[in-house]
């Protein structure tokens, strides 16, 4: 189950104790290159995060000239969700149909560079192998294989969800949380714990996490044939599924239940980990 196990990596809780640091302190030099990882990766998100935000409100100028070669499919996933044949962005305010609109073309404008930043997640089975980081190796390689399967697997293997408007959610999600935790690990390397990052750490979750983890799940879904899954004469008119489609349906209708139980352990690691107010971290 992706989510139980973290499929959305950026929420997981593997939190540095300061009192274990001072049982075994980290060597200067793997020290200084961990700092440098999250700052580095914190940064990486940023710049994620402001070309969203950029595109989206077309601050430059330059987002409304993109083109998006399958805009036509962009909302076919909605379309879906919702009976009516109306388009989902007549039904919006129409300052925001503008913005709703430029979702479309968010993967043409930023689709290489997020799949850049996240696939330098990878070092991070990689810290955790040679046990840099005191994070379970199995675990970790699974939470960050999940992400490079959004990336490398699904948006670029399957051009109809690169312009869905879930792609831009996800993006979104991604590096507002990845930007608290990179910033969150690197003041805890350096021995800091600043309360308003912590708070953000073990808060922003409520409305992050739902926010990417339907994201990911849906645009999997969007992914699969529209025709039945049950083998018969339909299936074989209208393509019959692979198993690779089978695989993605199954990912998609074990997300729910893995939400569920991931959420709600992170609303316990919250009360935990803040209590009722400012406190340092605690060992597990």
């Known amino acids: 189950m992706w989510h139980l196990c973290g ?24 020290k200084a290159y961990l700092v440098a990882y999250n700052v580095l990766s914190a940064l990486g ?30 909302t076919s996933l909605l379309s879906r969700l919702f009976s009516s044949s109306k388009a989902p962005q007549s039904r919006l305010p129409a300052f925001l149909q503008p913005i709703y ?20 997640a990878l070092l991070e089975v990689v810290h955790a192998l040679t046990g840099w980081v005191k994070s379970p190796i199995a675990t970790t390689a699974i939470q960050v294989s999940s992400r490079l399967f959004l990336v490398w697997g699904i948006a670029e293997q399957f051009p109809e969800v690169r ?8 993006v979104l999600a991604w590096a507002m949380t990845e930007v608290i935790r ?19 750490r073990y808060t922003t979750f409520f409305i992050l996490y739902p926010l990417g983890a339907s994201s990911e799940a849906f645009l999997t879904y969007a992914t699969l044939p529209s025709s039945s899954p049950l083998p018969g004469w339909q299936s074989w008119l209208k393509g019959m599924w692979k198993p690779t489609d089978y695989g993605r349906a199954l990912l998609f209708a074990i997300w729910w239940p893995g939400l569920y139980v991931m959420y709600t352990y992170m609303i316990a690691q919250r009360r935990k980990v803040l209590g009722t107010g400012p ?6």
């Open 45 to 74: 998100w940023t710049y994620v995060l402001l070309l969203t935000l950029i595109h989206l409100f077309n601050l430059d100028g330059k987002s409304d000239v993109l083109y998006s070669p399958n805009s036509t499919t962009a």
């Open 163 to 170: 312009s869905n408007p879930l792609y831009t959610s996800m």
């Open 279 to 284: 406190k340092t971290l605690k060992t597990n």
């Open 101 to 120: 609109q430029r979702t479309s073309t968010t993967f043409a404008r930023l689709g290489p560079q997020t799949a850049f930043v996240q696939s330098f």
């Open 182 to 200: 990179y910033s969150f690990y690197a003041c805890n390397l350096l021995g800091s714990n600043p309360y308003p990052l912590l708070y953000l």
């Open 7 to 30: 499929i959305y990596p950026a929420l997981s809780f593997y939190p540095v104790s300061t009192a274990s640091v001072r049982k075994k302190a980290v060597p200067p030099a793997l």
